[in-house]
């Protein structure tokens, strides 16, 4: 059968310089992108389950994620292929991604509905069958006895292991990863939602991978997060300015708007850390007013502790963004202290009306000055008496025909900034570049109120 042809089956063929950690023409890494594939290799394909994902309805991100951590380990991905919910055509997949590399990585279809049939098919490939496992079962009983609600039969279902291989612990979900291991080959079934397979896949199946199929584990390594910026001029100031080690591994994720840029190397020595720790002060001058954050934290949480270093308590007034920043900000430990809270509503002239406010000297319908945003930020500021007044308006079009929304910030009576934010994307992906934008303006104030103050 030709899985190319076949409907229902998408076939993507990766090699490594597709794949690889850089430029060819960056200093070292060049070299290094050589030697992953000559020293120790690895090859795999992966299988990406979801008939939304052949509808269309979201794209697959889990090729680009799972590549970018193992390659640089001594992996190659030699294909990806996306199939949807049905039994045959996983079967299909699975028969061709055996006859191409000896470890087989399959996402998705692990959860208690009648479409997740990734168990029952890969242990009847695999001539595996699968048994309930005790621990995997008490840890299921014990997640589900927190939340109240009763481990029916088809949520037992996802205890079931295989009996030769092993399991993946999932502290972010309730469906474990399933690792099928036979003398020729290994199977490894990861869950399909990102907050899940991410974390299983960097924690739980590099280390599995280490032992069973001599991949280089994790050595040490430096992550740098960016926002308000892209992954091409980041990597344009590395080839200008950077010199870098013949066994450094660079890879980056771009999502929402921010990147995440991780400087690796195979050794954990004091002297690799400080190789890094050395690198990174390199980069700083070139684009560290656009790193946020090296210790792993999240832009919400950089935000909130800017906040409690400033003494400053926020409130938000939010038109275009759809409450979207408070709630990116909601999930911060202590954020109630200092996030006093926000208003939503659907336009310009609705949100004057929610804020009890005509504010008839600074709106006009239509107006495409800054105006409206400023008097939205010192009303909320003023309701709900935090110090700084944050608001979001409507979009606009711009006279070149690009949309925007304006930002505005009172932070105290008559003292506004504000600027324009132009809308990238459709739906959620432009809300979430927006939202990524709005908190970068935010720490870029609470900066500038710290060196002041300082």
Known sequence: MNLVTNIGITL??????????????????????????NVGTTDFVLIITGGELLLGLYADGHTQFITRTLVPLGCRCVASLCVGDKRQDLKDALVYAKQHAPLIIVTGGLGPTDDDITREVLAESTGIPLSEHP?????????????????????????????KGTYLPNPSGTAVGLVFDREEEGVVALPGPPRELRPMLTNELVPYL?????????????????????E??????????????????????????????????????????????????????????????????????????????NQVTLALAEVGSGGAVAASLSDVKDVS???LG??????????????????????????????????????????LGSRWGLAVTEPHVSGDGRSFVWLALSKREEEFSSRRIYLRGHGQTMRNRLVSSVLDSIRKELLEEKQSRD
């Open 232 to 309: 091409s001029s980041i990597d344009q100031v590395i080839q200008d300015h950077l010199t870098l080690p013949g066994d450094l591994v660079i890879s980056s994720l771009f999502e929402q708007g921010r990147v995440d840029l991780t400087f690796s190397l195979p050794g954990n020595t004091a002297t690799d850390v400080a190789i890094l720790k050395d690198l990174e002060k390199q980069l700083i001058p070139y684009i560290g007013e656009y790193m946020y954050a090296d210790d792993g934290s999240t832009l919400e949480e950089q935000v909130v502790e800017l906040l409690a270093e």
């Open 337 to 339: 202290l200092h996030v």
């Open 135 to 163: 621990e995997a079962l008490a840890d299921l009983k014990k997640r589900f006895a927190g939340s109240g609600r009763e481990l029916r039969d088809n949520l037992r279902r996802q205890a079931l292991t295989p009996v």
């Open 12 to 37: 993507f063929v990766i090699t490594l310089t597709a794949i690889y950690a850089g430029p060819a023409s960056r200093p070292g890494v060049g070299r290094q992108a050589e030697s992953v594939q």
């Open 342 to 383: 926000g208003v939503v509503s659907t336009s310009d002239a609705n949100m004057a009306s929610v804020l009890k406010e005509p504010m008839t000297r600074f709106v006009q319908r239509g107006s495409m000055d800054d105006s409206p945003a400023k008097a939205m930020a010192q009303r909320v500021r003023g309701l």
């Open 210 to 230: 280490s032992q069973r199929f001599g991949i280089r584990s994790i050595g040490s390594s430096l992550q740098m997060r960016f926002v308000g910026i892209g």
